[in-house]
């Protein structure tokens, strides 16, 4: 239950009944309706702005709105009492009878707890990684690739329909060069001194696995052949290789992907031929000359007449060329014909994320699904800032391995996934990151991962010695469950209580907003509260978890705890950590 979509409803209902009575005009537009927790608790338990937005097409002053709604919101379940605020806003302050049954809903519903139907099975496609097969994954690439499992694991829990894509950039030159690259090293296999790695291919040593099992396969078959007829074959087997190791990284990160698709299959299919042949009959692909770049002229700048999409049309700064000097298609125009054969599929809603580099392609492709759609197709890019590896505050040094990087996997292997995984999820997506291998693996309150783990930890700490001092038979899972939770009175157990409450909202708010670090904040502040309720213990024994000569308070209390518990491991879920029981 999000009790703030619960009390929006019963407002919205309160208005119509005004409207029925007269009170208020028919037909006012209730869907912008706000209600959420203040943002000074001494002002209640929830607010709205309801008042304040039907003044203007009510005529009628907010207060005098706000006095109407007033009278009717006291007499709702659960209301206690109802103040007018400033220009207009109702604060209603909610009985601990209310709060003792929401935590009874997080008993209930286990690490359900939050699952929400308010995507309603809405079709969304997120296209994340989407890493060039051309080696192993950075760091940088895991932070797209945990973002974007991460949203679409929380969309999911918000109810909508989810597709993982990850898009195989395998058609434009960099394969090429992958594939002379790998020849090199097949040739070293056989025996052949290949030097120095010419500049421009690709230097690290992660090919001499893959050059090693292709000269077994072929044997010397390639050796003296000429290019035209090794690189075709070469550069399949190159793509298929990059591509088992691409998926090896992400599962050791716990990433997973529905579908792969491949640019070089659209290409061959006549997917970029269908797309442009549909804008060409709008009217909205031309053969023109375009403006030099604002300030410094390109080296390379030259005046000739190219292909051009009319982006400027659908908001782009300037028209984009689909065609290169050679007559192949430019990476727009097969980025154009993919996310046009992901509307077809039925993702009119599609999220991309992609690489901080990539911001100035946002409004091409912005401009692109426009046209292409018919305004119908909606594209959300998540840019994500590059991240900063440090050990114990110095910079750490490249990878041998990976030739110029520090790979996906060295990271993982270092720190382990949930590390990583939580880690970078403690910023929103388009700041910068600073990930330290001393400070995330530090058992300190200033390590989010360690003081959100620690909190599902010292509850299952809690239990097992509720266990050995009372016997697990008084305090069984039944009897948790069954506790008398009210009981739960103090202030600082409501306040604990009406925190996990806003769990619903809070993964239906991330959702919409495509924000995952929303998930890490709300953790962070709710091991805050736990953990500071059982500092609150140590100094008053009152307020201890288990009681020893008070076993129905102890129960309930318990059960409060678990219900933290509950909502720490959904959380985790969403993020694809594994909460722990006991920290070692």
């Given at each position: 239950?999000?009790l ?8 919205a ?6 409207a029925q ?13 706000t ?10 338990d ?13 005529k009628?002053?907010p207060r005098d ?13 659960g ?11 109702i604060n209603?302050?909610v009985?601990?009878?209310f709060w ?5 809903d ?13 995507g309603a099975?809405q079709?969304?496609?997120v296209?994340y990684v989407?890493?060039?097969p051309?080696g192993?994954m950075?760091?940088?690439?895991a932070?797209?690739a ?7 694991a ?12 990850y898009y195989i ?6 394969v ?18 290949i ?12 090919l001499v696995?893959?050059?090693k099992?292709?000269?077994?396969r072929?044997g ?10 090794w690189?075709?074959v070469?550069r399949d ?9 691409i998926?090896d ?14 640019e ?11 797309a ?6 709008q009217?909205l692909?031309?053969?023109g ?5 604002k300030g ?10 190219q ?19 050679d007559?192949s298609?430019?990476?727009f125009?097969t980025d154009?014909?993919y ?15 992609w ?30 800032q590059m991240?900063?590896?440090m050990d114990n505050?110095e910079p ?5 391995r990976?030739g ?13 996934k949930d590390?990583v ?22 058992q300190s309150?200033?390590?989010?991962v360690?003081?959100?783990q620690?909190a599902?930890a ?7 010695m509720?266990?050995e001092?009372?016997?697990a ?10 506790a008398?939770l ?9 306040a604990?209580?009406?925190l ?5 909202r809070?993964?239906e ?6 924000e995952?670090h929303r ?6 502040e ?5 953990h500071?309720l ?8 009152g ?15 318990l059960a ?16 694809g950590?594994t909460?722990?029981?006991e920290?070692?």
């Amino acid at each position: 239950m999000n009790l703030f979509t619960h009390f929006r409803d019963q407002i919205a209902e309160l208005i119509t009944e005004l409207a029925q009575a007269g009170e208020l005009p028919e037909g006012l537009d209730t869907s912008r309706i706000t209600v959420e927790p203040p943002r000074d608790a001494s002002h209640g338990d929830v607010t709205t702005n309801a008042a304040m937005l039907l003044a203007k097409p009510a005529k009628k002053s907010p207060r005098d709105i706000a006095a109407l709604l007033a009278a009717k919101v006291e007499g709702l379940a659960g209301v206690t009492g109802v103040e007018i605020a400033g220009p207009g806003f109702i604060n209603m302050r909610v009985g601990t009878d209310f709060w003792q049954a929401r935590l009874r809903d997080i008993l209930d519903a286990g690490t359900a707890y939050g699952d929400s139907a308010a995507g309603a099975d809405q079709k969304v496609n997120v296209e994340y990684v989407s890493a060039n097969p051309t080696g192993p994954m950075h760091v940088g690439h895991a932070r797209g690739a945990v973002f974007g499992d991460a949203l679409a694991a929380l969309l999911e829990k918000a109810g909508y329909d989810v597709t993982r894509e990850y898009y195989i950039n395998d058609a434009g030159s960099q394969v090429d060069v992958l594939a002379r690259s790998l020849h090199l090293r097949y040739l070293e296999a056989l025996g052949e001194d290949i030097g120095e790695i010419p500049e421009g291919l690709y230097p690290g040593d992660y090919l001499v696995p893959a050059g090693k099992i292709l000269a077994n396969r072929d044997g010397d078959k390639w050796k003296d052949a000429d290019e035209a007829d090794w690189l075709p074959v070469i550069r399949d087997f190159a793509i298929d290789a990059m591509m088992d190791m691409i998926r090896d990284d992400l599962a050791a990160l716990g990433v997973k992907h529905d579908l792969f698709t491949s640019e070089r299959t659209l290409v061959q299919g006549g997917k970029v031929d269908e797309a442009l042949d549909f804008l060409k009959e709008q009217g909205l692909i031309y053969e023109g000359i375009l403006e030099p770049p604002k300030g410094k002229l390109p080296d390379d700048w030259e005046e000739r007449e190219q292909t051009l999409f009319k982006a400027s049309a659908f908001g782009d700064d300037v028209d984009r060329p689909v065609a290169k000097s050679d007559g192949s298609w430019t990476y727009f125009a097969t980025d154009m014909a993919y996310h046009l054969d992901k509307y077809r599929r039925g993702y009119a809603d599609m999220i991309d994320v992609w690489g901080a580099d990539h911001g100035g392609y946002v409004k091409r492709m912005n401009a692109a699904i426009k046209a292409l759609t018919g305004g119908e197709g909606v594209l959300d890019v998540k840019l994500c800032q590059m991240v900063s590896l440090m050990d114990n505050g110095e910079p750490v040094k490249m990878s041998k391995r990976a030739g110029t990087f520090v790979t996906l996997r060295d990271v993982v292997d270092k720190v382990g996934k949930d590390v990583v995984r939580f880690i970078m999820l403690t910023r929103k997506n388009d700041a910068g990151l600073e990930f330290d291998f001393t400070k995330v693996q530090e058992q300190s309150k200033d390590n989010p991962v360690f003081y959100v783990q620690y909190a599902h930890a010292r509850v299952n700490s809690v239990m097992r010695m509720a266990s050995e001092e009372l016997g697990a038979g008084p305090i069984s899972d039944d009897a948790i469950h069954g506790a008398n939770l009210g009981r739960l009175m103090d202030e600082n157990e409501l306040a604990l209580i009406k925190l996990m409450s806003q769990w619903p909202r809070i993964v239906e708010s991330a959702a919409v907003q495509h924000e995952p670090h929303r998930i890490a904040f709300y953790l962070g502040e709710l091991a805050a509260e736990f953990h500071g309720l059982w500092n609150k213990g140590n100094k008053d024994k009152g307020l201890r978890f288990i009681i020893s000569d008070d076993q129905e308070l102890t129960l309930a209390r318990l059960a409060m705890i678990r219900g933290v518990a509950n909502v720490i491991a959904s959380g985790l879920k969403v993020f694809g950590v594994t909460p722990v029981e006991e920290m070692r």
